[in-house]
């Protein structure tokens, strides 16, 4: 109960964070099938996808408002410590024979389960299947809530990792890709709701002090009274604890980030730095509209590049190298050409597909010859981050080997648009968009991340608590 609430809660505040769902991987405006609120994007302006972010009230969220990146945090490790019990009590249940409660072994589960049904809907209440605890629709229900929606649940959220998708593109193809798999997540989710909805109406409605001693002793013979004062108290600790957990992350956002950070760091990890990106699709599934995040860079010197057609322009290439750079994009021109099609996945939860052709950042390892303490790469860009400061990022050094990590200046076969990063941005295929640095002003190698800006590895690892490796 703890753990699937705060997934729940969590779950919802991720969903706001881009509160539509689409069948395509290109999330073109006016194809979603659900959307809130129903107010539509601005026409008249150039407009960002982080517009479409909505506050979501602490009742429902957590931790409520404006937090994608606590509200993954708390998603993510509620789905560890979830996965983690679920699989104790499923080895239990078949270890000891128990499995015989939920798994039906003749199929007039289904027939007697309708029965059932009819029964509670005559309003009278139907027995229990002889030697089971459960009637037939009790049984059915639970067997499905544990077997089918659970793993369902499991499956469909990895199928949105970018690391998973890039390695395996077929395997979130399996749930109409990207998109697909966060509808159908967020159906999961509907449907765990409900589950809950009317397994605890029937609690209640069936005899609630003894369903009580059955849930806390095993047994409603004796002690009805402290089950019923047992399971309230528990239920009250929980909601106290999202309340408590909700209250506390809004108010030390640093903090929660660091508590709950090296929980799911191994995996976020795992799956952005070891996964290896293997994406070739065809041309035709290109998005005809590709979203843009982040505004151009706002000032007289970006202004002044982009007048004399970045002739001026330079990647400055430095740190801990045995060869500083300051490269023209003739100088980049020079080197060996590779494109790719790619999906892209943003953090809010939108994808779009768009063929990148650019510079593959080892043949740039390759010339600047990095020194053996650099351990990160330091992308910095023109455009200033919301905080004021300018746009970085941080990547592992051993990243920049990746067979699909590049430096683009081409999209869909043109010279990159301003909007997307001209005249050069990273591509980083394994790995959510907002490590993709865009409007590049040079790239340095160090040690540690921690002596730049907020310490946390980014722009949004600083202001907006996200992880410094996301393959999720
Ligand atoms: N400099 C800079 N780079 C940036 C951002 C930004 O705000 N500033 N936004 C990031 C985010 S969140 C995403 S999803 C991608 C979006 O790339 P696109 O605009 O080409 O779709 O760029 C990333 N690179
Ligand atoms: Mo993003």
Known sequence: MLFIGFLIRAGIQIFGAYPRLYWNDHCTPGTEWLKFPKRSIPTDRPWTALEQERDVSAWLGQPGGNNLGLGRHWHFSAALFWVLNGSVYVALLFATGEWQRLIPTSWSIFPDAWQTLLTYLSLHQPPPTAGLPYDPLQQLAYAAVVFLLGPFLILTGAAQSPGIEAQFPRYARLFGGRQGARSLHFLGLLAFVVFIVAHTFMVIVTGFSKNMGDIIFGQHQTDQGLAVIIGLALIASILAIYAVTAWGSRRWPRTTQHVLGPIIRPLMRALAVRTRSRQHYPPSSISPEFLVN???????????????????????????????????????????????????HCIQGWSGVAEWGGIPLSAILDVCHPLPAARFLILHSYQLDTSGQPFYESLDISLGRHPQTILADQMNGRPLPVPHGAPLRLRVETELGFKMVKWLRGIEFVADYRDLGAGQGGSREDNMFYEQAVGI
């Open 294 to 344: 982040g505004v151009p860079p706002d000032t007289a010197e970006y202004r002044r590049l982009v007048e004399d057609g970045f002739s001026a322009w330079r990647l400055e290439i430095n740190g801990l190298v045995e060869t500083p750079l300051s490269l023209t994009l003739a100088d980049l021109h020079q080197m060996p050409v590779q494109t790719q099609i790619t999906k892209h």
